[in-house]
Structures are given as C-alpha cells and as structure tokens.
C-alpha cells in the first residue's frame, strides 16, 4: 500500500538526495544559515549563480548546480491517493470533514518517509480540484465532485493536513492544487485538452471554475499552483498574465515567497504546438516565464529558453523571480536544513501503511459508499442454520486494481468483493458471467440473492472523456432477466456515473448500491455494507444524470445555467432539475427525521450583519449570524446508522434565474442508536449565501431565504435579508 | 507463434475433442456411415436426437449431446492474423497474391495442429472483410483496406487457402467472411455498434458494401457467413431476410448444404436490448432463427429457443434447416471420420512456427512496407571505417506486440526496430524519448541520422473508433525541432492512419516510410529496408486524408460519393480527390517506367463481347477480351527491386458522378533488377469495368475508357466500348 504514483511518462527516474549543507561547496554559501530568513537564504543561493545555471533550473527535471553542491530535483510528485486508495470521488461521498484530514496526515507522512528515502521530492502536483462540471469528464473520479462548497471543503481539509497544519512555519509538504483554470476536457469529439479554448463567461468563472482556487489561494493558502493545458477565453492558462497576475497573485494575493507556479506537463509546448499563440518557440516560453509560470513540467524551457534570454525575450530578473519562489519553497520544506533538527526527517517504512492508516482506507470506503435503492432486501442475515448462497455476476465482482481509480499506486492488498464474502462463514458462492447465461444458471443454482458488481463499460480516463453514460445494455438485460426468478436481486454499480434508472424502474431490482472507485479494501466495504456489518451513509457528491443528457449539451459548452439558445439544460443541482439521482441523495438502513432547533431572529438587516460594512473581510472568513444553525436528528428505526445532515439554501433573493438551491454546510453525524438524537452545528457563513452576478462580483441580496434539511427535505427554516444588496468581493475584470 | 487468438471473453474454455465413430453409441448412428453423403450422415445425426436436445445446439458453446455421443464443440475460433502476424492492412499493402494465399496455407495448417491437439475446432471466425470506408474506424487495421477490388483478391486468395483449395470435397477449415453487412463503425461519439442503424443506399450497397460478401458467397464459395451487429435500413443483420435470405442465399445461391451463418458475439441479444426490434426475447430469438442465422455467439438461444418453442414462435423444420446446415458443415471437415483416413489430423506441434513460415512472416512485412518520402537519405550506408551513430526516439521504436495489432495471437519471438538494429555491427545507438529535451540531446550526440518511430497517440481498437487522424502535436513538434539540426532525420510511421503532410512539407524530414502493423518481424523489416538489405516496393492500401477530413463528413454517414448538401466531401480514392497520400501510392529506392504493350483492338461492341449476351454468366468470373493486357516495366535505377503494377480504369462511361478513377487489376512483379525489364498480365474482367446504377444494378456502359498504371500514372492505354448499355448483374429490391 504504498502512497504515491510516481508517474512515468515524463518525470524521469532521478534519485532525490537532500543538499549536504555539512560540506563544501554548499556549506560555504548562506543558503545554509538557518538564522536568515528562508528568502535571504533562497537568495543567497540564486546570486551564486551564473546566468546559464540560472536557465537550466525551470525543468521539472532539474538538473541541479554541482557546482555549488545543489543536487538534482525532480519538481514532479503524485499523490492523489495517499494510504486510502480511493479516488477523491468516493471520499467526498462520505461528507465527513475530519476524515479527509485524517487521510491528509498520513499522505504527507508518507510522502515524507518516501522522500527520506530519496524516493520523491517534497512537493506533489495534489490536489485535483476542478470541479466536476460534466458527467463524461474523463478525470473526474479524482476530484471531491461537482458542489463548489464541497470542493472548498475538501481543500480546507486536505491542502491543510498534506501541507502539516495552517500556515506551517516548515511545510510537511508543499501540495499544488490543479488545474488552473476551467480545466476539465480530455479529449471529446475531437476537441483535445492540449489545445482547447474554455469559453467561459466572468459570472461562471467567479461562481463556479474559480471558487476551487480561491479557497486554495487566498484561504487556505495552498503552497503551489499548476496552469493547465487549455486556453480560458483565448488565452492559454500557462501564459495567462489575467488569471495569473491580476487574479491569483493580485486579487487573493498569493504572493508568499515560496508561492510558485508549475505547468501542467507539456502546457508550455502546448502553448506553441497547440493553440499557436506565439509564432516560435523562443517566444513562447519567454512568455510563460513573463506571465510568472516558474516551472516547466516539459522540456521547452530547458531547450529554449538559453536563446530566448539571448534575443532579450525575458530579463534575468523575471528568471530571478521563479527561482527566488522555487528555493524558498524547498527552503521553507526543511530541504536544507539538517534531517537531525527535523522530526519528520525521522520517518522511515515503518510509517508506512501502518495498521491505523489501513483503518482509514477500509473507513473511507465504507462512509462513502451511497445506498440509492432499496426494498428492505438490504442487509442480508444469514438464516439460522444452513449457508446463504449468494449468487455473484458482474464484470467486477473480483475488482482488486480497478478499484483504485487513476494515479494510485501499488497497493500492499487489494480485496475485491469476491475475497470478502470468501472471508465469511455460511456462505456458498456461485460465480458467473453475465455472458455465461445468467437465467440458465440462477434457475438451476436457485440462489438466496443475486448480486450483480459491475462498472460502467466504457472507462474515462485522463486524455479520453466518455461519449456515453448509459450502461452497456446488453448487462443491464441480463440483470432484468435474472431478477424475473424472483430472487433477490442486488446491483451494487461501481465505476463511473451513469443512468440507473432501469434498475429503479424495475420493481424485480431490490436494491442498488452506488460504490464508484472505494480503493483498496473496497470489496471488503461493500461486502461489509450489504451484511449490515455497517449501515450506509454516504451521499451523493454528483448529480446522476438521464442518458440523452448528453445528447443536450456539448461538452465544450462550459455554461451552467440553462440556455433555451444552445439547449443547455443546465448543470449540476443548482442549474438542473431532472436528474435520476440528485446530487447529496443516499438511503440508509433506518430512517431518520430532522428538526431544526428554532432560531429566534428570522429577518436580518445587511447593514448591521457582522463585518459586513466595507472594506469588507474576505466573506468566506467571516463569522457570521447564521454560523451556528443547529439541528436536532433522530434515528426513528431500528439500525445505528451515521448521518450526514446536509443544508441547502434556496430563495428569492437575486435577480433571475436563481439556482434551484446550493449547499451551505453539512456535517457528519456518527453512530446515531436507534431512537436517540444528536445535534448538527451548521455553520452557514454570509459568503455562501451569496450570489455572482453578471460581471462576476460576489452580492448578498435581500430577500427570502430558505434552509432546506436533506435529500428530500426533512426541515426548512425560513429568514430574510433586508437593506441593499452588498458586495462582498469585487472581482477583477480582465 | 502462434497461430490463432482464441477470444476468451465469451468462448469458454471447451476441451474440443473429436467424436469416436468407433465405439457407441455413436458407431450407431449413420452419422459415421462414409459411404453416405454428408447430407444424408448429417440428417441421421439429427434424427436421432429430441425436440430438447435440438434446442440446445444453436449456441456457439454447443454442449452436444452425450446420449448419442456427440461431444462438446465451441463454433468460435479466430485466426485473422495466422503465423505472419500482420495485420490484414500491411498484408493488403504488399499487393502480392500469391504470398496471401502461402499465408492462408500457413494459418490452416496450424488451425489444423490446433485442433488435433484439443485445442480449437474446425471452423474459424476470420476474414474479416468489411471495407475500411472512414480512417477512423476502430478495427480498419484487420481488413484488407478500402479499395473492393483489393480486398475480393484478398478473399480469393485467403478464403481458398484456408479451406484446403477452392470447393475442396474435405474442408481444410471452414472460413467465416465477416461482419455482413455494412459493419464498420466501433462506438463514434455515442453511437455504438450494437445499435447503429446503417442507412445506405442500393447503389453503395451493390457497389461498394457486398462486393466482398458477394466474392465470398457467390464466387469464393466460402463455408460460414457472420451477421453483423448493426442494422442495416433499419433490420438488424442477424434477424435480415432481405440480406440473408434475398441476397445472400437466394440472389448468390449460397445454398450448399454445409453453409451456414454465426451470429457476432452478443448480436441476438442486440437485435432485443440495442435495436429493441421485438417486444421479447423469444420473438427475438425466433425471428433470428427464421430469418436464417443457425449459431448464436451469445446466451440467448440456449435461454429462450424452448419457450419461444412453446410458444409455436417457430417450426422444428426451421430449427432442422440450421443443425443440418451444421452439421454437415463438420461432416464436410472429416469431423466424424477417423484420424487415419485425413492427412490433415496427423499435424502436429512440429507444423507450427516453422522457418518456413516465419520467412513468410519476415517476408509479408518487407513487402508491405510503403515508403512515402525520400531526398535519397534512403537507404543508409554504413561508414566505410568507424560506427554509424543512429538517434532512435519516438513512443514505438522498441514496440513488441504493439506490431501485432489486434487479434494477434502471442508470439515464439517479436523483433523491434530497436532490436533489430542491435543485431548489426558497425552501429551505435542512442535513444531518447520525444520528451527527452530532443533537440539538447540531438545537439549534444550528435547522429549521423536521426530515426522517429511512432505510432498515432489516439489507439483504434474493437469498439473504439477514433475522432482525430492528426498526430498529437507535441511529438511532431519534437521531430521538427531536432531536424533543424540538419542531421537526416527519418520517420517510421507505424500504427493507424493519420496525416503526415506536415512531414512532407518540411524540407528537413527527409524520409517517410509507412509500417502500419507489421507484426513479430516488423523491426527487422523497418531495418533491413532502411539500411537496403531489401527494397521498399509496398504500396498504400488506404487513403491518407488530411487532418480535417473528419470534420467534413460524419462517421455515421454511409454516402460514398460527394454530397453538397451533407457536406460528404467523398470516401476512397474513387470519390475524394484531395488526399494527403493517394491509395496506390509508394516509392522506391530506384526508378520504373511502364508500357503498355499495345493492343490492336481499341473498340469493343459491347454485344460482341464473350458472354455479354441474355442470361449473362456471373461477370467476374468470365474471362474478357481485355483479360490480358501487358505492361513492361523496366528498372531505370540502380537498386534491384520489386514493383507492384497497379492497373486503374477512368474514363467517360456512364452516368455522373463518375469515380476518378477505379483499380482493375495488379501484379507484384518480384526482383527486377537494375536497367532489366519485366512482363506484368494485367486481368481485366468485364465485371471491373462495371458500374452501378441508383438500383444497384451491375451495368457495362459505352463510352470511353482509360487504363492507367501507377499512381502517378505511368502509361495509358485508351479504349471504347459501343453498342448498348447491358446489365450484367440485376440487384434484388429489398
């Protein structure tokens, strides 16, 4: 079970050595004076160099100064995945902030015992945060989903454990949230990633493809950035001086000394080959230098820059600039500083998959997977005496590997379903293929349950989006015909989104587990799961859509709301109403109510909101009136169960369209017992009742507002906003 | 090497073994009676057996029946690439018959080992013969090309090697031309095989999607058709009277008793789930049953054949019709008959993978190389003293079993470029990857040449098609920048079609050479051809169309010829006029002049001609007055090489459109060496000069005609025909 990929294809097999600031030469330079500050001594490092040391130093792949005793670093790392194994996708569906921290600590750990063992580096190309705009993107499995508000979340969690606390004075790792900006197209009829241009209006960009990256720059204050392949508006995001210098390092001032900037690999040559935006290549790079792109994930910048600096295309000072920012990170990351003074230094194999990290993985797995349909079939018991004869079918009823998604690495197990239910006592199993005549072989085998495990057929994937999201019919034909026995049938649907609304339309389907990619121990967790060993909580963390929804909107159509023009009919549960299964749904195995404990003040005065006067406080970062919704949740049945109480907001407040409603806060209930409550602390902060408007500016109207409780609602509690309307952040025009 | 891929998702692992004649119950059945006739000892077989064993033998899985001793027997076998372990497109490339049908031989033979030993039956699932209509398609690689006329030379050749010679009283193995009909589409922008509708006129029909069923059925007399997945005109292929029954049995008298139709791998199944063509499942199983298809690769006849019994959905006589078709299909094989009295059953493992037949392997790939580009850098020269220093870079100079395409069963031994040349002396080789800095490391090695190996980045594949035949642009990039180092630089182009112009147009690329697929040996053929131990003389098998053809004309669009109002700019050399490379096109590394030796007729009447009179003979298989026409090539150049004379018909005849122009004959020539001349016979049947009317009639019209060789032409030779139109062939309605 290791962490991280290493992925291959570009970053070559360089052995990582920390500096020796022990010995000459390096000794003798002040990078190595722990008592100036990390820029003085990422300075006095840059200024030790010549002109055509400095040029070689904006490669992934650095080769280092020997002379000066700087060794070679590779700026690449992966680590989407850490310990659990399980794609980004599935933890967002556990809605379950203090585990995704959990997670965040022992992928940094991990990372870190990887580099003391000159494995890696000490900064990874993690998180994925673009949200997951459409259901045929072929990478999103390795994002937290569709709502921006979950996403920022995610961030908050993760981006803070990986990088050892808020504001570490030594990051544990740097983590770099990707892909700036609107990048989320592989590859769709023809329109390839390396060469697209996102149109994108400033209101979408502000409400929806920025928000990411807002909480990654100005709030959590992530240390790195990567531009992206495509172009936003006609200019590519890797020599992008608007969404670079205007917006994330002016308008959010990620201006630290070590904040730097890598391309995604290949952006820089993109920007010649593919979107042709420079007439040769020495301008090209010379560009992406210019716009504050510091590293190259490619081999431009060791090949070009050398002449573009001689045609005068950049100063020396801009050169200086990245490499002042790329020193003080790796300054500010321990890189040379002694392993004694360090104690993350100190750790060793033995931090690795350790019994407590497999915990988590086995636990993130079981939150996450989401009860969609179910006729009381579920959990199977065991009968009293005798076995249960489980019948399995499906294409991934053995999954070890594929449940692990993209960019995991080698895991230390793998337990598919199959190995699970072989580590149960009075089952017998039967296998077949759904192609092996599946109504031949139930009849003759007369099962107690039918479970069918299977993935959507056609795999995304990074550089190919998906054309289709509906079943392979000739599956779903064969779980139809077994299901007429009469036999309890069970659909547990691994894999990628897609429409299962043959299974629920079929009242012979008993129950459909949605389980995506859950990683290592994901067998064990479905199996866990359908046996009542635990009771499902998880939720949706994207809209499952009706299939000729792709049929409506082209991918390349970026726009959220619906557009009686183009035919967009809208996307995500804010913009979209007919969904198959809506965003934050998930069953359980007993029943809950929700009351929401009566707030005394319904109606609030803008003016008088905390803080909300100008120069107003970054919204986000606020306290607020609402902060503090609480709400009381009861197990009326007779299974503990764990509970995510959701909250939405919906209203007229705002100019029209309005969103349907938007998610707020949410919170995890553990083990609620039958019969007894807990309470949920819903902190609702006045950014995330606002709205965008048209220029991309961030207003809290007045109006009516209603908190919603659930999927369906269980309880609404109702407010206004009086006075003007405010804006809570002006944002910058390009 | 070996010889066959045995599909494994739906075949079974069945132990084929033979049924014993010797002992009972069988010795009892007249069955193992040799002096009948293989009708009569098929019909006894099936006497013997119940209503319910009937229904159990349509199942490509057919579990026999043990009461009368029939054993198990699995209908699916494949064998498309045999020992040469070429895909068909490289073998179509070579333009040599007589080498397709020594490869034909070659693959029985080992079929033959195969199925002594246990391990496969006696009838397999290949050729596959549909035409390669768009460059996007997914599985083009496994046919023979794009031009009919190519790919019925093809079948000839093929077809009869594999069964044991033409109509042979004992078939060698029973060949299966597939898919029928009008199949050529994966899964393009969510359209998928197992539902697509294939609207195509009569006139496309007749001309261009059965002429190779045609030469399969009517002339080739094959033994085994496969219906298709699609539908075609709105019918699925496999439950298609008008196709099976109209056309292919009645219109082509495919009516021996042994010939009989397998349905493709879950097609059945499709006609219900993907063309929902019948409200249930065993109206759907009859119909197919009905309409003439004995074999369904799938689960559905064994599931629902009985109650659609029940039901009286079809008659025992019908289910009769297919098992005697079946039946007497391995009669036909010696299936019944003892091992001793058939030469063929004493093959063993010592008759596969022989030198003979890897020379043949070694031998197509050679051939099939086309070389596209040349300033003369071709062929390399060793050094008179010292090493050559030769840069490999690209994605597929060390590929393996990337050669062998799809299908490919695994190999004793697979030689890649990189290996190849490391088997010579006097060579230094360095190699870096595209994104190796190629041009630092060209500068730094500095290479006596510079060889690009690669492959299109987007793969086809079984149920993928592509969406772009433009290379991915960062590698172009790569191979543009080292050129203007000045140092030679040669691209291979393996792998699917994409456009090259790019290559063409820059002065610094000073050598093209097309590899497609060319299997186990195909390093060592790129080798041997690039340093000239042998000399390139393959020609394009394919249209190479420029990057934005695919934008112009949807995949789904069946039209062969240009369309104003679709935008179709036209499919084949026939119909398109603006190709990158031209089909037919290849050079050489010497020079060839070409004369027709000329003719003393140049006007023929039409009513005059052998056997253009009421009731016509089957035209293509009579001979014709232009039957011979002669061609003399001579080698102008320095370098002994082979030449393919390709003879193309044009002209003013008929109505317009008219094609440009339409390949009617050709001949490898072998061996011509320096300033020496050699004879091609150029046979032009009647039935090449045809045109088809808006009905799809087969029509022989006056007017003028043209014969050119080569592509660009050579030599000309000009004729007329007079009199009256005639219809050699009237194409039944649907």
Redesign the interface.
């Known amino acids: 079970m290791l962490l991280t990929t290493f992925a291959v294809?570009?970053a070559?097999a360089l052995a990582h050595e920390y500096p020796d600031c022990s010995s000459e030469p390096l000794s003798n330079n002040s990078v190595c004076d722990t008592s100036l500050s990390a820029r003085e001594r990422a300075q006095a490092l840059i200024d030790a160099m010549t002109i055509q040391e400095k040029l070689n130093l904006t490669h992934n792949n650095s080769p280092g100064v020997p002379r000066l005793g700087l060794p070679t670093y590779n700026w690449w790392g992966e680590a989407l995945h850490g310990v659990a194994a399980a794609p980004a996708i599935v933890m967002a569906a556990a809605f379950d902030d203090p585990l995704i921290y959990s997670i965040g600590e022992v992928i940094s750990t991990e990372a870190r015992a990887f580099s003391n063992a000159n494995k890696s580096g000490l900064d990874y190309w993690t998180p994925n945060i673009n949200p997951f705009r459409d259901p045929r993107w072929g990478r999103g499995q390795e994002t937290p989903g569709e709502d921006t508000y979950v996403v920022k979340r995610y961030i908050e969690n993760m981006v803070t454990a990986l990088q050892g606390g808020p504001e570490p004075e030594t990051y544990k790792i740097i983590a770099t949230c990707k892909h700036y900006t609107a990048y989320d197209m592989e590859?769709?009829?023809?329109n390839?990633r390396?060469?697209y241009d996102a149109k994108v209006s400033a209101q979408d960009m502000a409400e929806y493809y920025m928000q990411p990256f807002q909480q990654c720059a100005r709030d959590t204050k992530v240390g790195s950035i990567m531009c992206a392949y495509n172009s936003v508006n006609g200019v590519p995001s890797c020599a992008n001086s608007y969404t670079i210098e205007s917006v994330l390092r002016g308008h959010w001032n990620w201006t630290a000394d070590e904040n730097y900037i890598t391309s995604d690999c290949?952006a820089i040559?993109?920007i010649?080959?593919?979107h042709h935006a420079f007439p040769d290549?020495q301008q090209t790079v010379a560009a992406a230098l210019n716009s504050g792109v510091d590293i190259d994930c490619?081999?431009y910048n060791?090949?070009f820059l050398p002449s573009a600096y001689e045609q005068g295309l950049f100063e020396e000072a801009t050169l200086d600039r990245s490499l002042l920012r790329l020193y003080t990170a790796l300054v500010k990351s321990g890189y040379f500083n002694s392993a004694e003074s360090q104690p993350w230094r100190s750790l060793g194999w033995s931090n690795v998959s350790t019994p407590e990290s497999e915990d988590l993985a086995l636990q993130i797995a079981e939150e996450g997977l989401v009860l969609l349909k179910n006729d009381g079939t579920l959990p199977l018991s065991l009968p009293s005496e005798g076995n249960l004869t489980v019948l399995l079918i499906g294409g991934w009823f053995n999954a070890t590997s594929e449940m692990q998604g993209i960019y995991a690495g080698p895991a230390r197990t793998l337990v598919s379903p199959w190995m699970a239910l072989n580590n149960m006592s009075n089952i017998n199993i039967e296998t077949i293929q759904w192609?092996?005549?599946?109504?031949?072989k139930a009849n003759e085998l007369q099962p107690d349950v039918i479970v069918w495990i299977d993935a959507t057929h056609?795999g995304a994937e990074e550089t190919a989006d998906r054309?289709?999201i509906k079943w392979?019919?000739?599956q779903?034909?064969a779980v139809e015909?077994v299901a007429t026995t009469g036999i309890p049938t069970v659909v547990v649907h691994m894999g990628e989104q897609c429409d299962d609304s043959m299974f629920f339309s079929n009242a012979n389907v008993s129950a459909v587990l949605w389980a995506g990619y859950p990683g290592m121990f994901g067998g064990q967790a479905i199996i866990n799961t359908l046996f009542g060993e635990v009771a499902p909580a998880g939720r949706m963390p994207i809209t499952q859509y009706p299939t000729n929804y792709?049929?409506e909107v082209a991918m390349t159509d970026m726009g959220l709301r619906p557009d009686s023009e183009t035919g967009n009919p809208g996307r995500t549960y804010k913009w979209y109403d007919n969904a198959t299964v809506e965003f934050g749904f998930g069953l359980h195995y007993t029943n809950f109510t929700a009351e929401i404990i009566a707030v005394e003040t319904t109606s609030f005065d803008i003016a008088q909101l905390p803080h909300a006067r100008r120069p107003l406080p970054l919204p986000s970062r606020r306290s607020s009136s609402t902060s503090s919704l609480e709400v009381n949740v009861t197990n009326t049945g007779n299974t503990t169960s764990d509970y995510v109480a959701l909250a939405f907001v919906a209203g007229e407040y705002g100019p029209e369209p309005r969103p349907r409603k938007s998610l707020v806060a949410y919170q995890r209930l553990k083990g609620v017992e039958s019969g007894a409550s807990q309470t949920g602390a819903l902190n609702i902060t006045l950014g995330a009742l606002a709205r965008y408007d048209v220029s991309g500016n961030e207003i809290l109207y007045p109006g009516s507002y209603r908190i919603q409780i659930d999927v369906p609602v269980l309880a609404t509690w109702e407010f206004e906003l009086t006075g003007a309307e405010t804006v809570l952040d002006h944002w910058p025009q390009s």
Chains 1, 2 share one sequence.
């Open positions: 294809l570009l070559s590859f769709w009829q023809g390839t390396y060469g290949t040559q993109n010649y080959t593919d290549r490619g081999y060791p090949t192609y092996e005549s599946p109504l031949i056609e054309n289709t392979d019919l000739m779903p034909d015909s792709v049929n």
